[in-house]
């Protein structure tokens, strides 16, 4: 026969067995929320390195095609003044030219007007 002390006994066993699993869920619960909270302290961070890594490139390769901009107006412009040269429309190439053409106009017409007065 079972006694009272036993019963009892069992209602306590019962007890701390369900006990022990309501503090296993507990547990359980907890520990999947400092994992899902690492796995975002995690991701957040990682994330943070991915920005600031990605504003890193950007900055470099904004400098570098500014300084192939720099480098290719500067090209252009050296091929347009050449360009500009070789077709005599270079600005102080003009000057000069239209200095040197007045200087033979005025011989040439020097040289006229002594001609025409030797005949």
């Known amino acids: 026969m079972t ?11 019962a007890e701390d067995f369900a006990r022990k699993i309501w503090l296993a869920g507990l547990g359980a619960y907890g520990k999947s929320i400092d994992e899902a ?25 904004e400098t570098e095609a500014k300084d192939k901009f720099k480098e290719t107006t500067s090209e252009v412009e050296t091929r347009v003044s050449e360009v500009r040269k070789k077709l005599g429309l270079d600005a102080d190439d003009t000057d000069q030219r239209i200095d040197e053409l007045s200087a033979k106009i005025d011989a040439l017409t020097e040289a006229v007007a002594k001609l025409a007065a030797n005949k």
């Open 3 to 13: 006694t009272k002390d036993d019963i009892k006994n069992k209602i306590n066993e």
């Open 37 to 61: 909270q690492g796995q975002y302290e995690k991701l957040t961070t990682e994330a943070s390195k991915m920005f600031n890594d990605l504003v890193s490139k950007g900055e470099t390769l």
